[in-house]
């Protein structure tokens, strides 16, 4: 895979921090795979997270969220020798972030037949929402009047 010098972007913009800094996250996460995962959006408002962990419990993963990233960490202790044969299912530490857009949160996680599931929704503040303004048949120079006499 090709890897991109971001240099010369931070010297000729200004205000586009953010966009570079999740260009540059967005490459180093294509170099590690594990563990598999699936991003899915349920309906225009709700995603889903679903991580492939096989060998984990629920106690050996945390899930962290803070700001605009949910990181989730697993790791398996060693609680014993055992000697495999073959072994195919990794168990290995892992950490995988995923940036969220703005006013998207972390509703809630479960594990089910090895998934861990994250479920996501984007809830916008009432005051960023769009709304419906009333029209009124008072014409605008009328309004002015009227709100000059009122003061």
């Not at 090895?114 to 929704?121: A, D, P, R, S």
């Not at 048949?137 to 006499?149: I, S, T």
Request: cysteine-free; hydrophobic content about 40%; overall charge negative.
């Amino acid at each position: 895979m090709r890897t991109y010098d971001f240099a010369p972007l931070w010297r000729s913009t200004i205000g586009f921090d953010r966009l570079l800094d999740l260009a540059e996250i967005a490459q180093r996460a294509s170099e590690d795979n594990y563990p598999p995962y699936n991003i899915e959006r349920l309906t225009d408002d709700r995603y889903q997270i679903s991580l492939a962990v096989a060998g984990f419990a629920p106690d050996d993963i945390s899930i962290t969220a803070e700001q605009n990233v949910v990181t989730i960490e697993g790791s398996k202790p060693d609680k014993a020798e055992r000697e495999f044969l073959y072994r195919g299912i990794s168990t290995r530490s892992f950490k995988r972030q995923f940036t969220l857009a703005e006013y998207v949160q972390v509703q809630s996680a479960a594990f089910d037949n090895g998934l861990l599931k994250i479920e996501l929704v984007r809830e916008i503040p009432e005051a960023m929402k769009p709304r419906r303004i009333a029209i009124s048949d008072v014409p605008a120079d009328n309004v002015r009047k009227l709100e000059a006499r009122a003061a």
